[in-house]
């Protein structure tokens, strides 16, 4: 005889007519860090993770960005440095967008064979033969205007601008890049890649696209970074509007129909519900960009002393995984990674508002001690410190 079938209607209804105070506690699985790691629904690990470089010439070059704090400009040699630690720490991808020393009108420098994306993907690739190396494709670093496109006349020409990004790609795929990520916001952008890729007998070669790339004000700190701000106007028209979820949806079918691998959507930490449905409308793999400003915003909150910033940038993942996403574009890579490692948050010890510990991000430390706890509270009897909210 067949199980009978129990539908998410009969579940949620068997829940709201199901046991209540006091015989369902849900404390009982949060007495411990043993019970709450039992029934924990999301988990990271190092490998969800993609680490952002930026990569110039030069050797032993090492340019710290000021408006993100622990990142720095790097030429290829130190590039690989950098992706050496994330990757004995267990982070299995890194994310290059190159920043060039000459621009021109139509980005041609992003077109060089010996560019410094090409010079650091196969230093990367000798030095780290298993590291999954992604290379960002798009324009902006690379045109004298900073925008994503040719110009004509006073607009990005979206045609024009596609045999530029699909010659792009298939440099970055010679050089032994295994993802390449349009983040241009062209359209018909991953059909000319995918054609020119494959064409190049490429094909082995992944296409990740920006599918949903809202025109937001938390690129701040990445635009100095990567030295890609618009000398005129804006990216508005042809970056997404961040009042439109639905337009997402149909951008990732786009995406997927041209011949997608995956898609990215940022920024992660403002996009959950795009994230959620994006994962579910397609079932593709989705990957959420924690971007710069987001990034910036818990490192600026930790160094006053307001906040954690070690959990917070915890917590953020978290948030980025639960909504879907399958893996996560962060510079905080290394310090979640050790995270993972080390079992710092909630996987680890129990903390709360008053206890002090060492911020991987930078911020300021106290020196008290950290309080005792009990050895864990009763279902029946509710210690006031453990069930404290604390402030937002």
Request: contains cysteine; charged residues 25%; hydrophobic residues 40%.
């Amino acid at each position: 005889m067949d199980e009978p079938r129990i539908s998410s209607g009969d579940a949620l209804a068997s829940l709201v007519d199901g046991p209540a105070f006091p015989r369902y506690r849900p404390r009982r699985w949060r007495r411990s860090e043993p019970l709450r790691s039992l029934v924990r629904e999301t988990n990271l690990v190092p490998s969800n993770f993609v680490l952002p470089l930026f990569v110039v010439p030069g050797e032993g070059v090492r340019r710290p960005v000021p408006a993100l704090p622990g990142v720095a400009q790097t030429s290829p040699d130190e590039a690989v440095r950098d992706a050496r630690e994330a990757w004995d720490l267990g982070v299995p991808a890194v994310l290059l967008f190159g920043v060039p020393e000459r621009k021109d009108p139509h980005g041609r420098s992003g077109l060089d064979r010996q560019g410094v994306v090409p010079q650091a993907i196969r230093r990367l690739k000798d030095a780290l033969p298993d590291l999954a190396v992604l290379a960002d494709v798009c324009l902006c670093e690379y045109t004298d205007h900073g925008h994503c496109g040719v110009i004509v006349g006073e607009q990005v020409d979206n045609d024009a601008t596609l045999p530029l990004l699909a010659e792009m790609a298939v440099v970055f795929a010679e050089a032994g890049a295994d993802v390449v990520a349009p983040s241009d916001m062209m359209d018909g952008r991953v059909a000319a890649i995918r054609a020119a890729l494959d064409d190049a007998g490429y094909s082995h070669v992944a296409i990740l696209s920006y599918a949903v790339k809202y025109a937001s004000a938390f690129y701040g700190p990445f635009r100095h970074a990567a030295e890609n701000a618009p000398a005129f106007g804006d990216r508005r028209g042809y970056q997404m509007d961040p009042a439109n979820a639905r337009e997402a949806v149909r951008e990732a079918f786009l995406d997927v129909r041209e011949g997608a691998d995956g898609l990215i959507v940022k920024p992660a930490g403002l996009c959950l519900d795009v994230i959620a449905r994006v994962k579910e409308a397609t079932g593709w793999p989705v990957v959420g960009y924690q971007v710069s400003g987001e990034y910036a915003m818990i490192h600026a909150a930790a160094e006053r002393g307001w906040l954690d910033g070690d959990r917070a940038l915890w917590e953020a993942a978290l948030a980025i995984r639960r909504a879907g996403a399958d893996a996560i574009i962060t510079y905080a890579a290394r310090t979640l990674a050790r995270a993972c490692g080390t079992q710092r948050f909630e996987q680890g010890k129990q903390v709360d508002a008053r206890d002090d510990a060492p911020l991987a991000v930078g911020g300021r430390t106290g020196n008290r001690r950290p309080r005792r706890r009990a050895a864990g509270d009763s279902a029946g009897h509710h210690r006031a410190s453990a069930g404290r909210r604390h402030p937002a």
